[in-house]
């Protein structure tokens, strides 16, 4: 099993900026992605931005490209998601996922999630 924490949330003004990170803990070593999905309240969940643990590979929503980046801290196995430019429609939960054999829209690992709220 692997657990996922993250931090990082909170609340700011449009165009401001956010880093999320995402620690994981337990059967870390056999992990093969690392990602970042988010929900607004009545949207689907949207798949935002995954990261390939071995190689670096990144993925990205076409919503978040060129404003959002993704990172991981093989050391501290943690990943973080930089966020700028933040516009209101990127208010959401996000939640961090992990999976150890692939790197999808339904990994198997989720965290409790953080909340993203951005003012006009």
């Known amino acids: 099993q692997v657990q996922l924490v993250e931090s990082g949330g909170g609340s700011v003004q449009a165009g401001g900026s956010l880093r999320l990170s995402c620690v994981a803990s337990?059967?870390?070593?056999?992990?093969?992605?690392m990602g970042w999905f988010r929900q607004a309240p009545g949207k689907e969940r949207e798949r935002v931005a995954a990261?390939?643990?071995?190689?670096?590979?990144?993925f990205y929503a076409d919503s978040v490209k060129g404003r959002f980046t993704i990172s991981r801290e093989k050391a501290k196995n943690t990943v973080y998601l930089q966020m700028i430019s933040l516009s209101p429609e990127d208010t959401a939960m996000y939640y961090c996922?992990?999976?150890?054999?692939?790197?999808?829209?339904?990994?198997?690992?989720w965290g409790q999630g953080t909340q993203v709220t951005v003012s006009s």
């Open positions: 337990g059967y870390t070593y056999t992990l093969y992605c």
């Open positions: 996922a992990a999976d150890r054999y692939y790197c999808g829209s339904d990994p198997s690992n």
């Open positions: 990261i390939y643990i071995g190689s670096g590979d990144t």
